[in-house]
């Protein structure tokens, strides 16, 4: 009964996250009350499901986003780059991409491109191009980015927090294949956009009229945020040797960059998105029922009587069903449900699973730029292109998201098998 | 943050090109709707971080009301407003006092663009003044010699 119930619950909870008839947030919290109120878990059960440390990171790094766009230096770093390359598209196309992976592998990827989307429209309606070509690039390199560490994105947030690996480790193993990936996609779009980014020299020196002093709003609290920042990041790289979870260096780093700024505190906690985190919280409960019934270990037999103890086979299968299911479903739930499967593989079969790990990360956290439903970003700028009368549809995006994905995901691959699978 | 902060991001980016310095705030809007005889009456109003109520008509007319810091001060503002149009929508030039309004608020909308497009002579702005002070002397004869509501 209970076993039913639960499966029960998810799936319908899973579908109507998927199809957005109703507000995920509300459709996660609905089903975790459901499983409390049906005595599937208990309460205190319930909250040891709940990854405090992933709702840590994000919370603590919302916070310090919040605060740190208010100096501007957003603004300004889109604005240097640009005048940087005097104005040429394609290398503000590369420049803003960049700048957007390495926001986004400490920031969340909806958190990034809201914050570069806008200056690129800027940007775009200076030089009168259509910003598509900037758009797709930035889309991709968000996703990208927030791959190469263990806080540029949720899935890689909870992988972390449930394997112990830390920031260096993410970086190690998943940065070399990152640039690789970002080198060969960007060498692609070079070639495909190279036509629709001609544009008069008169054009490129009016982005140069730009001045890039004026886009900081406020000096000392940016001197301020740039030593935070710095403090966090060192933080984030030493956080295993010195046994901190990594969600105490975002929240110590929030709390830091809060008593020296002294913004408001409602202004800055307006910036927290608690719909995202309510979401998580209902979504590992209901994880967390599964688990308890039995259901993920069932799955997990299943697996392995499939790929026997052969890490190899289950290595690709991983991959390739991760980033196929995470092109057109959201990845944090399809994260969220794998991870006590891999764990219980790893039980079942006493085979090293942190490849799999790897391998998760990689096809989760890049086959969001398989479509244009693929991850929250991209719906994110999707939505800003079209009210800004530019439309993104499916169809337009899927040309080059698809094959492109399939790419990262075929060089992942070759790189998993070379490094980690046989 | 969200699709509303990343359009404010494209025209405070603008703005600050142009030299302006923009603060922005979060802040929640009220919408206020009077049904009354002849009219209606329609107010905005925003409350934002620094307790500040930015109050403006938009029905009948458009006018800025002004800034506020309580928020009692609204509420008597708008109930004095209230028993004002209350009294006037029972007139038989309701109407014509409306409209007279509104003509008043494009002038003045003409005036900032007269003035910021063409040379405009001394005299012509004198002549102008002297309008506006016709108008006034005519409120004041009219007050003077009227019966209140």
């Not at chain 1, 300004?76 to 590369?94: E, M, N, Q, R, T």
């Not at chain 2, 007269?114 to 005519?138: C, H, W």
Request: aromatic letters at 10%.
């Amino acid at each position: 009964m209970e076993l039913i119930a639960s499966i029960f619950i998810f799936v319908v909870v899973m579908a109507l996250v998927m199809s957005e008839k109703v507000n995920r947030t509300i459709a996660a919290l609905v089903g975790a009350c459901l499983i409390l109120l049906l005595r599937i878990l208990t309460f205190d059960e319930a909250l040891g499901y709940i990854d405090f440390n992933t709702l840590g990171v994000l919370v603590g790094m919302m916070i310090i986003v919040g605060i740190v766009k208010n100096t501007g230096v957003f603004e300004y770093l889109a604005i240097f780059a640009s005048k940087k390359v005097k104005g040429d598209p394609w290398k503000i196309i590369l420049s803003l991409s960049i700048i957007t992976a390495v926001i986004s592998a400490f920031l969340d990827n909806v958190t990034t491109v809201l914050l570069i989307v806008p200056m690129t429209f800027v940007i775009t309606d200076t030089l009168e191009l259509d910003p598509l070509p900037f758009l797709i690039p930035e889309i991709m390199a968000s996703n990208m980015g927030g791959t190469a560490t263990l806080i540029g994105d949720p899935p890689n947030i909870m992988i972390g927090s449930a394997t112990g690996l830390g920031f260096v480790d993410f970086i190690v193993n998943l940065g070399p294949i990152i640039v690789i990936i970002f080198a060969a996609t960007f060498f692609i779009f070079k070639i495909l956009f190279r036509k629709q980014l001609i544009i008069s020299p008169e054009k490129e020196l009016e982005i140069l009229q730009f001045d890039e002093k004026k886009a900081i709003k406020d000096p000392s609290l940016l001197r301020k945020s740039l030593i935070v920042l710095g403090l966090v990041i060192l933080g984030f790289f030493f956080h295993e040797q010195l046994n901190y979870p990594s969600a105490l260096v975002a929240l110590s780093g929030a709390a830091l960059l809060l008593l020296l700024s002294r913004e408001s505190i409602d202004e800055v906690f307006s910036n927290v998105e608690w719909p995202t985190l309510f979401f998580f919280g209902g979504l590992f409960i209901l994880v967390g029922a599964l688990e308890t019934v039995g259901v993920i270990n069932k799955l997990a037999s299943l697996l392995v009587e499939m790929t026997g103890d052969n890490l190899l086979l289950t290595g690709i299968i991983m991959i390739w069903f991760s980033a196929l299911a995470s092109s057109v479903l959201d990845n944090i739930p399809f994260v969220a449900t794998l991870i006590p499967l891999i764990k219980a593989i790893g039980l079942k079969t006493g085979m090293d699973i942190t490849p799999l790990w790897w391998a998760v990360s990689l096809g989760a956290c890049l086959g969001g730029n398989g479509t244009l439903i693929g991850a929250s970003a991209n719906v994110i700028v999707a939505g800003l292109a079209e009210k800004h009368g530019h439309r993104l549809t499916f169809g337009k995006y899927l040309k080059y998201g698809l094959p492109l994905m399939l790419l990262s995901i075929f060089l992942s691959t070759i790189y998993l098998i070379v490094f980690y699978l046989i | 943050m969200n699709n509303l902060t990343a359009n404010l991001e494209e025209v405070d980016m603008q703005l600050t090109q142009m030299g302006a310095k923009v603060t922005s705030l979060h802040g929640l809007v009220s919408f206020i709707h009077f049904d009354l005889n002849q009219t209606e009456l329609f107010y905005v109003y925003n409350i934002n971080a620094k307790n500040q109520y930015f109050l403006q008509m938009v029905k009948p007319f458009s006018t800025g009301a002004g800034i506020f810091c309580k928020p009692q001060d609204i509420v008597q503002y708008i109930k004095n407003d209230l028993k004002q149009f209350q009294n006037a929508s029972n007139s038989n030039v309701f109407a014509e006092f409306t409209s007279v309004n509104q003509a008043l608020y494009s002038t003045i909308r003409d005036i900032k663009d007269v003035f910021m497009t063409y040379n405009v002579p001394r005299e012509k702005m004198l002549q102008i003044k002297g309008k506006i002070d016709e108008v006034s002397a005519l409120l004041e004869d009219i007050k003077h010699t009227g019966v209140p509501l």
